[in-house]
């Protein structure tokens, strides 16, 4: 059982705000940060926040990222088609000694 | 700009050992972690695990007993062995860059490459 949480799934129409959630559930989590990654199909995940907010260079601020202490956030607005593909969160858990990556969540764009 | 490509065998079979390596180009190698993570078809991301340029690594602890990962720093290499391997282990396998602190995410991935375990 991941100690990150997501939904399986999360909708929206064209031009609309999502958010997808990203539960912790272990205190091991600590002052671990979380980042997280878009998959697209048939292409390798790509970083879209890390540091619980922040955007690498290249990535629209129509993503953000918001962590409080026992969850974290991923916001897209103005939704597109291309948007359409898997959201992982993912954070180190000094219990495991190891990185560990949410469930995933399916966006899909109606 | 860095780029990481995976290698190795598309099938093995039931109880062998899978060994995958990974080529980084383009830039530093002796400053990242270096990292393995896999995808089973409609499953989500594992992560493996990751190695230093100096040896020292952290696994998994659910595959710890059959991963071993191993670097070659003159060929900014790194490789992955999974021994044992069952129809479980059926995945696209990815490498990618860690960056703790400083990023605190894997910034860079390779393409990925499918791994069939089957006779």
């Known amino acids: 059982q991941s100690v990150l949480t997501q939904p399986p799934s999360a909708s929206g129409t064209p031009g609309q705000r999502v958010t997808i959630s990203c539960s912790v559930s272990?205190?091991?989590?600590?002052?671990?940060?979380v980042s997280w990654y878009q998959h697209l199909p048939g292409t390798a995940p790509k970083l879209l926040i890390y540091?619980?907010?922040q955007r690498p260079s290249g990535v629209p601020d129509r993503f953000s990222g918001s962590k409080s202490d026992t969850s974290a956030s991923l916001a897209i607005s103005g939704l597109q088609s291309e948007d359409e593909g898997d959201y992982y969160c993912?954070?180190?858990?000094?219990?495991?000694?190891?990185?560990?990556f949410g469930g995933g969540t399916k966006l899909t764009v109606l | 700009q860095v780029q990481l490509k995976e290698s190795g065998p598309e099938l093995v079979k039931p109880s062998e050992t899978l060994s995958l390596t990974c080529t980084v180009s383009?830039?530093?190698?002796?400053?990242?972690?270096w990292t393995w993570i896999r995808q089973p078809a409609g499953k989500g991301l594992e992560w493996i695990g990751r190695?230093?340029?100096?040896?020292?690594?952290d696994y998994n602890l659910s595959l710890k007993s059959r991963v071993t990962m191993s670097v070659d720093t003159s060929n900014n290499q790194f490789s992955l062995t999974l021994t044992s391997v069952t129809a479980a282990d059926t995945a696209v396998y990815y490498c990618?860059?860690?960056?703790?602190?400083?990023?605190?995410?894997?910034?860079?991935w390779g393409q990925g490459t499918m791994v069939n375990v089957s006779s």
């Open positions: 990618a860059r860690d960056v703790p602190g400083a990023i605190d995410a894997f910034d860079i």
């Open positions: 272990s205190s091991n989590i600590g002052r671990s940060t």
């Open positions: 190695i230093y340029p100096t040896g020292n690594t």
């Open positions: 540091w619980n907010n």
């Open positions: 383009g830039g530093s190698f002796s400053a990242y972690y």
């Open positions: 993912a954070t180190w858990d000094d219990s495991l000694n190891g990185r560990v």
